[in-house]
């Protein structure tokens, strides 16, 4: 029997993180926070299954998550039939000093799961690293997008990922992602300056 490949396992992992209604979460000064103990058992199973395969990303992600440093952002005045993705932006967990004294704004990044993509560099050195062999015509069985799987609409080779995409990723399913409502013309200006 053929053991199942990395992207079949973490597409299984991310399945059973799905919990509508079962998550009990405690409030404590502005931040909402989900109490790890108070999920459910398959859910604690697959986050400690994600530690073990990434470690550092996975705590780096639920600290993301804990600090509501990920946005989830929908176009205002959409029609059923027309709805498009929403667009997450993660704002750094780390702050940066000026130049010129005082701190910068954080650093802010896009991340799009259905594509499979974040605009920070650890993202690019991750999926496009000399230890991935990277063909976008590879086409396996499982490698079809339906919203639902590890890698989006990624094909081939080893995926890439970074702490903002598995932030994105496990704060969908866990329902911990804040949403804002915004126009167009914002949402395109978010795209060049600060979210």
């Known amino acids: 029997m053929e053991s199942p490949s990395l992207r079949s396992v ?16 405690t409030d404590h000064a502005q931040s909402t926070s989900v109490v790890v103990q108070s999920l459910p058992q398959r859910v ?16 780096s992600s639920l600290d993301l998550l804990d600090n509501i440093l990920v946005t989830r952002y929908i176009a205002q005045g959409n029609t059923e039939s027309h709805k498009p993705a ?18 910068a704004p954080r650093t802010v990044y896009e991340v799009r ?6 605009t920070c560099p650890s993202f690019t050195f991750s999926a496009f690293s000399s230890r991935n062999a990277f063909d976008p015509y590879e086409c396996g069985e499982e490698d079809f997008p339906d919203g639902g799987h590890w890698g989006g609409e990624m094909r081939g080779g080893q995926l890439g990922i970074c702490k903002h995409l598995l932030a994105v990723v496990i704060g969908e399913r866990l329902k911990m992602i804040p949403e804002k409502e915004v126009d167009m013309h914002t949402l395109a200006g978010y795209a060049f300056m600060e979210a």
Do not use: F, M
């Open 113 to 118: 799961p259905v594509a499979w993509h974040c």
């Open 44 to 59: 604690q199973t697959s986050l400690e299954a994600l530690h073990q395969i990434y470690p550092t990303v996975l705590l």
């Open 86 to 103: 929403p667009i997450y932006y993660v704002r750094s967990s780390q702050t940066r000093h000026s130049r010129y004294g005082g701190q």
């Open 10 to 25: 973490l597409k299984k992992l991310l399945h059973e993180l799905n919990c509508e209604d079962e998550i009990v979460k």
